[in-house]
């Protein structure tokens, strides 16, 4: 209806213009000049504000907002309609796509991409997601975690973390700032120490670690290194592989090994444990020593023993027990191989506190035995010598020692790793006594780049050595007991003797004898000899001894005087003189048995073969008996003197028999044969010595003769055979007496049978005398050497081959014959008469079996001899 009326009047006004003049014109018309309502531009009011475009239109106008502004209302200003424009958020909208942050501007707005992202058209700012987008952008191209980090990109950012066996200072797994944390290594060693498990150590690493087992073990895989987490260390058996060498014991051990030097051997630097370098050297022990007494407690220092376990049943204790208490359980190889560390000096201390103690508490002494006081000093002696020699392996290069421990002094020097020439010596001194000893001849062969040696003395053993000795001897100690040791295993004979210096305890009388003695230690006993030492020279103050073994010496002084030089001359010309003219004589009578037709028999036979024997004997001896200088050599003498000797004696055996068979069985025997003399003359004694050499083959030669040792009573493989043979000739002589008494009786005494039977009995008997003689006075001449035991043995020793001539040629009427008829077809001169000289000589038994007939059998001849 409004707009009816509108048009109406706008109507009339137009067509009435000319003549009519509207007053008022529509809203949006102005009235023009003439008249007319023409259009009014309201733009031109400014009606728009602000960031807005005015746009006039027929009777109005519009507001425009411009681009990124939006309308928010009209409002009346100034009597006016208003529009106002306000910046558009077109960020609202998301226009710029997604990892893109939009930013609103006046009218407008722009895009970045979020951080972390970059545009794809490289610009930092864009209008739109049209235009471009963001992409991701990969920070861990830059490193930015630094070293021992990891960096993870991810969408639109990124973060960062340590790599394995590193760890973030700031404690967070993941960090995206590197300059408020890094990665720090990861010490695992220290967090975790039992990371490698048991005997392996932990070794850290950049980032890591790693684990090796400790020495001594291995892992069963073989690696040598690895990680752990499971895996073991397993100990290696270092045994396997014997690395302690010979003579040596290997004890494995967790981890490692120990070496222990076995029964009889201790290491070159001491004690039984080998260190490194060391070797297990021969090591002389005490013999075990049997001790039948029950166990006692000792006291060291005071010899005291507490307990009833060696009461000897009358409220006493046995001294000798609670000696050999002691000694075993001090023993030195005992300690090496009990105690692992060691100490040799500390225990020759002890040692020796006890041996001083032991020398000098005389009412322990006084009630022991002399073999058993003679046996615990031997084992103390040798105790202390073991000890001695236990300090000298821990000594270096050239070192000499000396050591004193009251009436004990002990010097000891020592040559390592080095070659030892043969002038080399070594001297060695201890309480004014001195040794002089070749390195050379101590040196071991197995070993002859280490040597060692010691002198020990002892003082203050007089009353205790005395009382030990045989005194039948009537000998005294006039020295210090002296025991030199050396690190040599061998126990034979030195290549170069020693010698030994003594002072004398007392001034020496130029009239009284001196013996120098060793300690010789036989099986089940210990006995002082004068075999393997001999007195080299001797004056007032000091004694000179030259020895071929090492063990504990001494200077024993005769309480009686003896033979002086001028005595020893004479019995050395006696034996020269006298074995010179036996060989002589046995020859002669060897060659007359031979060829002399007259005398030829069984007994001529056996004559024959006693001066071929003796003369073999004698003249061995002769030349050989002082052959010391080989051993070997002097050896075989010795074998071939105990053979020939023992010849001797066994065909003065078959003289007795046959003398038997002669005037005991005449009617109904016959006489020996060949094949029953021969077996027993040679056979019987080469039966004795393989016996004898198989059984102690040692026992032949000593240091001073070639002849049978005293050790182990082994002469007695002479002297045994020797006094049976003699014994059987005695029993056989005797029988043959007493039936030719019987005979005499019956028969008249002037029968020439009769008086030959009794003439050639009595010839045997007295070549049985004079040879047994012989031996009988050897006995006593070996037990005690006075000068009258020493002439008669010297005499008829020497003279024997000339006594048997006498007997057996000179005193026999045929050969005498035999010998005028050669004399004097030589010469052509005549033969004397001869009276009846006969009646002390013997005569074949040819002619008394021609002549002696039986009453019985008056018709019955004798069997001719063969």
Same mark, same amino acid.
Request: glycine share 8%; charged share 15%; hydrophobic share 35%.
């Given at each position: 209806?409004?707009?009816?009326?509108?048009?109406?009047?706008?109507?009339?006004?137009?067509?009435?213009?000319?003549?009519?003049?509207?007053?008022?014109?529509?809203?949006?018309?102005?009235?023009?000049?003439?008249?007319?309502?023409?259009?009014?531009?309201?733009?031109?009011?400014?009606?728009?504000?602000?960031?807005?475009?005015?746009?006039?239109?027929?009777?109005?106008?519009?507001?425009?907002?411009?681009?990124?502004?939006?309308?928010?209302?009209?409002?009346?200003?100034?009597?006016?309609?208003?529009?106002?424009?306000?910046?558009?958020?077109?960020?609202?909208?998301? %226009? +710029? *796509?997604? @990892?893109? =942050?939009?930013?609103? #501007?006046?009218?407008? /707005?722009? &895009?970045?991409?979020? !951080?972390?992202? $970059?545009?794809?058209?490289?610009?930092?700012?864009?209008?739109?997601?049209?235009?471009?987008?963001?992409?991701?952008?990969?920070?861990?191209?830059?490193? %930015? +975690? *630094?070293? @021992?980090? =990891?960096?993870?990109? #991810?969408?639109?950012? /990124?973060? &960062?973390?340590?790599? !394995?066996?590193? $760890?973030?200072?700031?404690?967070?797994?993941?960090?995206?700032?590197?300059?408020?944390?890094?990665?720090?290594?990861?010490?695992?060693?220290?967090?975790? %120490?039992?990371?490698?498990?048991?005997?392996?150590?932990?070794?850290?690493?950049?980032?890591?670690?790693?684990?090796?087992?400790?020495?001594?073990?291995?892992?069963?895989?073989?690696?040598?290194?690895?990680?752990?987490?499971?895996?073991?260390?397993?100990?290696?058996?270092?045994?396997?592989?014997?690395?302690?060498?010979?003579?040596?014991?290997?004890?494995?051990?967790?981890?490692?090994?120990?070496?222990?030097?076995?029964?009889?051997?201790?290491?070159?630097?001491?004690?039984?444990?080998?260190?490194?370098?060391?070797?297990?050297?021969?090591?002389?022990?005490?013999?075990?020593?049997?001790?039948?007494?029950?166990?006692?407690?000792?006291?060291?220092?005071?010899?005291?023993?507490?307990?009833?376990?060696?009461?000897?049943?009358?409220?006493?204790?046995?001294?000798?027990?609670?000696?050999?208490?002691?000694?075993?359980?001090?023993?030195?190889?005992?300690?090496?191989?009990?105690?692992?560390?060691?100490?040799?000096?500390?225990?020759?201390?002890?040692?020796?506190?006890?041996?001083?103690?032991?020398?000098?508490?005389?009412?322990?002494?006084?009630?022991?035995?002399?073999?058993?006081?003679?046996?615990?000093?031997?084992?103390?002696?040798?105790?202390?010598?073991?000890?001695?020699?236990?300090?000298?392996?821990?000594?270096?290069?050239?070192?000499?020692?000396?050591?004193?421990?009251?009436?004990?002094?002990?010097?000891?020097?020592?040559?390592?790793?080095?070659?030892?020439?043969?002038?080399?010596?070594?001297?060695?001194?201890?309480?004014?006594?001195?040794?002089?000893?070749?390195?050379?001849?101590?040196?071991?062969?197995?070993?002859?780049?280490?040597?060692?040696?010691?002198?020990?003395?002892?003082?203050?053993?007089?009353?205790?050595?005395?009382?030990?000795?045989?005194?039948?001897?009537?000998?005294?100690?006039?020295?210090?007991?002296?025991?030199?040791?050396?690190?040599?295993?061998?126990?034979?004979?030195?290549?170069?003797?020693?010698?030994?210096?003594?002072?004398?305890?007392?001034?020496?009388?130029?009239?009284?004898?001196?013996?120098?003695?060793?300690?010789?230690?036989?099986?089940?006993?210990?006995?002082?000899?004068?075999?393997?030492?001999?007195?080299?020279?001797?004056?007032?103050?000091?004694?000179?001894?030259?020895?071929?073994?090492?063990?504990?010496?001494?200077?024993?002084?005769?309480?009686?005087?003896?033979?002086?030089?001028?005595?020893?001359?004479?019995?050395?010309?006696?034996?020269?003189?006298?074995?010179?003219?036996?060989?002589?004589?046995?020859?002669?009578?060897?060659?007359?048995?031979?060829?002399?037709?007259?005398?030829?028999?069984?007994?001529?036979?056996?004559?024959?073969?006693?001066?071929?024997?003796?003369?073999?004997?004698?003249?061995?001896?002769?030349?050989?008996?002082?052959?010391?200088?080989?051993?070997?050599?002097?050896?075989?003498?010795?074998?071939?003197?105990?053979?020939?000797?023992?010849?001797?004696?066994?065909?003065?055996?078959?003289?007795?028999?046959?003398?038997?068979?002669?005037?005991?069985?005449?009617?109904?025997?016959?006489?020996?044969?060949?094949?029953?003399?021969?077996?027993?003359?040679?056979?019987?004694?080469?039966?004795?010595?393989?016996?004898?050499?198989?059984?102690?083959?040692?026992?032949?030669?000593?240091?001073?003769?070639?002849?049978?040792?005293?050790?182990?009573?082994?002469?007695?493989?002479?002297?045994?055979?020797?006094?049976?043979?003699?014994?059987?000739?005695?029993?056989?002589?005797?029988?043959?007496?007493?039936?030719?008494?019987?005979?005499?009786?019956?028969?008249?005494?002037?029968?020439?049978?009769?008086?030959?039977?009794?003439?050639?009995?009595?010839?045997?008997?007295?070549?049985?005398?004079?040879?047994?003689?012989?031996?009988?006075?050897?006995?006593?001449?070996?037990?005690?050497?006075?000068?009258?035991?020493?002439?008669?043995?010297?005499?008829?020793?020497?003279?024997?081959?000339?006594?048997?001539?006498?007997?057996?040629?000179?005193?026999?009427?045929?050969?005498?014959?035999?010998?005028?008829?050669?004399?004097?077809?030589?010469?052509?001169?005549?033969?004397?008469?001869?009276?009846?000289?006969?009646?002390?000589?013997?005569?074949?038994?040819?002619?008394?079996?021609?002549?002696?007939?039986?009453?019985?059998?008056?018709?019955?001849?004798?069997?001719?001899?063969?």
């Amino acid at each position: 209806m409004a707009l009816g009326r509108f048009l109406l009047v706008l109507y009339i006004c137009s067509t009435w213009d000319q003549y009519v003049t509207c007053l008022t014109c529509a809203h949006g018309y102005i009235l023009h000049d003439n008249g007319t309502c023409v259009d009014e531009d309201e733009c031109l009011a400014n009606l728009c504000g602000p960031y807005a475009v005015c746009k006039n239109t027929q009777g109005g106008f519009r507001c425009n907002c411009n681009e990124g502004f939006d309308l928010i209302s009209n409002q009346m200003l100034n009597n006016k309609t208003v529009t106002f424009c306000v910046d558009a958020n077109e960020c609202v909208s998301n %226009p +710029c *796509g997604p @990892n893109a =942050v939009c930013h609103n #501007t006046q009218g407008s /707005f722009y &895009c970045t991409c979020s !951080k972390g992202f $970059y545009s794809h058209s490289g610009d930092y700012k864009f209008a739109g997601f049209t235009e471009s987008y963001c992409r991701d952008k990969d920070e861990c191209q830059s490193d %930015p +975690c *630094g070293a @021992n980090g =990891v960096c993870h990109n #991810t969408n639109g950012s /990124f973060y &960062c973390s340590c790599d !394995k066996g590193f $760890y973030s200072e700031s404690g967070d797994h993941r960090f995206t700032d590197p300059t408020e944390s890094t990665c720090k290594d990861y010490d695992e060693c220290y967090t975790s %120490p039992t990371i490698c498990g048991k005997n392996a150590s932990c070794y850290n690493t950049k980032g890591s670690f790693y684990c090796v087992c400790e020495k001594g073990f291995v892992q069963p895989s073989g690696e040598t290194n690895f990680t752990g987490y499971g895996s073991r260390c397993e100990d290696v058996d270092e045994c396997l592989l014997n690395p302690c060498g010979s003579n040596a014991t290997c004890n494995n051990t967790m981890g490692s090994y120990t070496c222990v030097c076995n029964s009889g051997f201790i290491s070159s630097s001491g004690g039984s444990r080998l260190q490194r370098g060391d070797v297990c050297l021969k090591f002389d022990c005490p013999s075990a020593v049997i001790n039948k007494c029950p166990p006692v407690t000792v006291e060291m220092g005071s010899v005291q023993v507490g307990g009833s376990g060696a009461d000897t049943g009358q409220g006493t204790v046995d001294p000798f027990c609670s000696i050999m208490d002691f000694l075993h359980l001090h023993d030195v190889c005992k300690m090496l191989r009990t105690k692992e560390n060691f100490d040799p000096e500390q225990h020759l201390q002890s040692i020796s506190t006890f041996t001083n103690q032991l020398l000098g508490n005389h009412s322990l002494l006084k009630n022991m035995e002399p073999q058993a006081l003679q046996e615990a000093l031997a084992l103390s002696l040798q105790m202390v010598e073991n000890s001695v020699m236990a300090v000298v392996f821990t000594l270096m290069d050239q070192q000499k020692k000396n050591m004193s421990f009251g009436n004990i002094e002990v010097e000891m020097e020592v040559l390592r790793d080095r070659n030892i020439s043969a002038a080399e010596t070594a001297t060695l001194s201890a309480k004014g006594n001195q040794l002089d000893v070749h390195w050379r001849a101590v040196t071991d062969r197995g070993d002859p780049g280490f040597v060692g040696v010691a002198l020990i003395a002892f003082s203050q053993m007089d009353s205790v050595l005395n009382a030990s000795l045989d005194q039948e001897e009537k000998l005294q100690l006039n020295s210090h007991v002296l025991t030199a040791a050396s690190t040599r295993k061998s126990n034979e004979a030195l290549d170069q003797p020693v010698n030994l210096t003594f002072h004398n305890e007392k001034a020496k009388n130029p009239r009284v004898q001196v013996v120098c003695v060793a300690l010789n230690h036989t099986v089940g006993r210990s006995h002082w000899s004068r075999q393997g030492c001999r007195l080299m020279k001797a004056n007032i103050t000091h004694t000179v001894c030259q020895c071929k073994r090492l063990t504990s010496f001494a200077v024993l002084m005769a309480l009686y005087e003896t033979q002086d030089p001028w005595h020893l001359l004479n019995l050395s010309l006696i034996s020269y003189i006298g074995i010179s003219i036996s060989l002589v004589c046995l020859f002669v009578s060897f060659v007359t048995f031979l060829v002399c037709r007259a005398i030829q028999g069984t007994r001529t036979t056996i004559h024959a073969h006693l001066c071929l024997c003796l003369f073999l004997a004698e003249l061995l001896f002769l030349i050989g008996i002082s052959q010391t200088s080989n051993k070997v050599v002097c050896a075989v003498i010795a074998g071939f003197l105990h053979y020939f000797f023992l010849t001797v004696f066994a065909w003065m055996c078959l003289e007795g028999i046959q003398l038997y068979l002669m005037v005991v069985k005449v009617f109904n025997a016959g006489c020996l044969g060949k094949r029953h003399m021969f077996p027993v003359g040679y056979g019987l004694p080469l039966l004795v010595v393989g016996i004898s050499a198989a059984v102690f083959r040692k026992g032949y030669g000593t240091p001073e003769h070639c002849w049978l040792s005293l050790e182990n009573h082994f002469l007695w493989s002479f002297l045994g055979p020797v006094c049976a043979i003699i014994l059987i000739n005695i029993v056989f002589y005797c029988i043959t007496l007493s039936k030719l008494a019987k005979r005499m009786s019956t028969l008249k005494k002037d029968k020439p049978a009769l008086k030959k039977i009794r003439s050639f009995t009595l010839a045997a008997i007295a070549q049985l005398f004079l040879l047994g003689c012989t031996w009988i006075f050897g006995i006593f001449h070996f037990r005690k050497e006075t000068i009258a035991m020493a002439y008669i043995f010297t005499v008829i020793n020497s003279f024997q081959g000339m006594f048997i001539f006498i007997l057996h040629c000179l005193l026999n009427k045929q050969v005498r014959e035999e010998y005028w008829k050669c004399f004097t077809g030589t010469f052509s001169l005549k033969g004397p008469g001869y009276s009846e000289f006969a009646a002390s000589s013997s005569v074949p038994m040819t002619s008394l079996q021609q002549r002696h007939i039986s009453s019985k059998q008056p018709n019955n001849s004798l069997a001719t001899e063969h």
